[in-house]
Each structure stands twice: as C-alpha cells, then as structure tokens.
C-alpha cells in the first residue's frame, strides 16, 4: 500500500476526479486519494535513479515492495505516478522503448510502448486559441493609433523568426509533451505521422512554404536531440491499422482510445512489434491551460469610461495554474483574482469552483501548466465518479 507521503503527493499531482457536483467531504477525498492510488498502482510505474535519470519501468507490485522497505520514494510527475530509487540500480539489460506520435489539429495521441507492454496512452488537447489571440492584439494595437493616447511606434517587416506565433505554439506543445516523457522513460525512438497540408495545387511554393511544413519540420529537428525520429505518412499508418483489424473513431473529439491513441499505439508497435491488439486501451487526457499574460487594461472601458488592468501570472503572489489544497474545495488550481481574493478551478474539468477564496486558506503544492486525468477502461472495474 502507499505511505503517508504517496498519500500527501497523491492529492497534491492527482488530476483524475470526477466533477464535482456539490462540495466533497473529506471521506470523499481520501476515497478518490485511493481511487487514484488504485489506478496508477494498475500500471507499469516509472522509475527514476536517484540523478533523476530514468530507467526501465517495474511493476506495480515490485513498486509497492520498494516503497514498503524504504528503497524507492514515490512521487508524482505531471500527474504520471513514478518512483525514485534510493539505491544503486543493478545492471539490467534495456528494451528499446518508442514513443508513437498522431498529431492533430483539435486533439492527438501519444504512445509510450515496448515489445512486452503499452506503459501509457495520452489524449491531449491541441493548442488553438492563440491566432485569435494575435489577431486581437493586432486589432487593438492599431485602434490605439488613432486615439490621442500614446502608442509603440509602429515597426515595419520586424523580425518574428522562422515561426508564425499559432504555428510555434501548436508544435512547441507537442514538444513538451515529449519532453516530458523522456524524463520517466528511457524512450530510444520516436515515430510520428507525417501529416500533409491541404493545398490547391496551382502553385509551387503553394505546398512548399506553408506553415504546417515549416512547423512540422522544426519539430523533427528538435525531436532529434532525444532520439532517433522515424516518419510514417496517413496512408501507412491506415495500412497498419487495417492489417491489425484495429478501427478507428470517427468522432475526433471523443476521449476514447479509438479517436486517435489507436494509430499513435499502431505507429509505436510497427517499430517494436510484440503484440496484435492493444494491451492497454487506458488513456490520459491531457489539458493545457490558458493564461491571460498581462495587458495594459481590458480591451473595453468599464463604467466611467475607466479601464481596469487585465490579465498577469500571479494572484495574490500565488502562480496561476498552480495546485493548491483549500480547506473547503479541497485540490484546485489558481485561476484569478480579485479585490484580494482569488479563484479556484477543478482540476478535473477546469470550472469554477468559486471566485472568493482568502489566500490564507490556500496551501501551496506544485506548480502546474496542464490539466490531466485517467480514464478507466470499461474491464477495470474503477470508476471515476
């Protein structure tokens, strides 16, 4: 069973309750500390040397015998239950582990898988918001340019990089994704569905400049630094699925293994092989959140003509996004603030739990720029609500 301090971190990085709809009791929060100790202990478990270097994944019963006997300490990465030895690792021969890669434009899938087990299935959320974002900045900068107030003079042809600022956030996502895989995985490949942007035809450069191909490449050339990158074009990936009898949604925006974990788990099994069906169909839905940098006022007048300063990091000195405890909405994450007050959110669905909560109730636990959660699978027998 998990210490005292699996229990603390547990309801410090857990991101897989259900909504909640009224206040839970405090039962209620040790219930879903031990729901979520159940899922995570149902997996392979990540394990990390005491450099922070990671090593090949155990089984979860081995896990709970480290941690009983005091040779492994557990804790939580990115909502991703792991542990840290607190010996020397003995010599152990590794597999090669692949992390298979569908990308989207709404959502897409992540694969972590070797030839004897799928370690984990992630379901993410794409980043879309931010070309509305400029294109509001962009509207708002130059409407201040014909009132009398003062303004940044205006910069022609200013350099912006190779990147457009939509198209650097979608990938640059995808990227910290990775990233943050290769921390508790001794991942050796990775394998990515090579997509192709819609063009007309009529011209070369038409196919050639777009910012799909100019992002999807900077991505490969990143990727490069944490192992070796293979490509696999749509209608390869479709073959293989075929060939494994496996179907694939056709609701995209489902969060079920079938909507895109289905051909990141096909993509990271044609490079290792070891099985004919998936494994493991649990998923891991992940959120990024969306902060509000800060502005110099909101982008109308309030009553009397006065604008109020918007947006920022920090509330009340606390990081927005962070996880914190509260006494009475138990674990959320900082939203805003105001007149001395800030808000909280679920982490499960990101809402609102309340909008006056007193700094002095709030208990710092980690910083956080995501939401994540488990989803069972209908033959294990947990339930998230």
Not at 42 to 70: C, E, F, H, N, Y
Not at 187 to 199: G, L, P, R, S
Not at 329 to 341: E, K
Request: proline share 5%; charged share 25%.
């Amino acid at each position: 069973m998990p210490s005292a301090e699996l229990a603390a971190r547990g309801r410090a990085s857990d991101m897989r309750g259900a909504p909640l709809a009224s206040l839970p009791s405090a039962s209620q929060r040790r219930r879903g500390v031990q729901t979520a100790a159940r899922q995570a202990y149902s997996m392979a478990v990540p394990v990390v040397d005491r450099d922070q270097k990671p090593l090949m994944p155990t089984t979860a019963s081995r896990a709970r015998r480290w941690i009983k006997s005091g040779e492994a300490t557990p804790f939580f990465r990115r909502g991703i239950f792991c542990i840290r030895l607190n010996r020397m690792p003995s010599a152990e021969m590794r597999q090669q582990i692949v992390v298979g890669i569908d990308p989207g434009s709404k959502k897409e899938g992540f694969t972590v898988k070797s030839e004897a087990h799928t370690f984990l299935n992630i379901n993410a959320d794409a980043v879309t918001w931010v070309k509305d974002a400029v294109e509001t900045r962009r509207t708002m900068r130059r409407a201040r340019r014909y009132r009398k107030t003062p303004y940044r003079a205006d910069r022609h042809n200013r350099a912006r990089g190779c990147l457009p600022p939509s198209t650097k956030a979608r990938w640059q996502w995808k990227l910290r994704i990775v990233m943050q895989l290769i921390k508790v995985f001794p991942v050796t490949d990775i394998v990515v569905e090579d997509i192709k942007a819609k063009t007309t035809g009529r011209r070369r450069w038409d196919s050639m400049f777009s910012p799909l191909e100019v992002g999807k490449q900077w991505f490969y050339s990143e990727l490069q630094h944490f192992g070796q990158v293979h490509l696999k074009q749509g209608w390869e990936t479709k073959e293989l699925r075929d060939a494994l009898g496996l179907k694939k949604s056709k609701s995209k925006m489902s969060e079920v293994f079938a909507a895109h974990c289905v051909d990141s788990w096909v993509l990271a099994n044609w490079l290792v092989g070891g099985h004919v069906k998936p494994d493991n169909e649990r998923i891991m839905c992940v959120s990024p959140l969306r902060f509000h940098r800060r502005q110099l006022h909101m982008l109308q007048p309030a009553h009397g003509g006065v604008r109020k300063p918007y947006g920022g990091t920090r509330s009340c000195g606390l990081k927005r996004g962070a996880l914190v405890e509260h006494l009475k909405y138990g674990v959320a994450y900082i939203g805003g603030t105001m007149a001395g007050r800030v808000s909280l959110h679920s982490v499960f669905d990101g809402r609102r739990l309340c909008r006056n909560a007193k700094p002095s109730e709030i208990k710092m636990l980690t910083y956080n720029a995501w939401r994540m959660r488990f989803l069972p699978t209908v033959n294990d027998g947990i339930s998230t609500a």
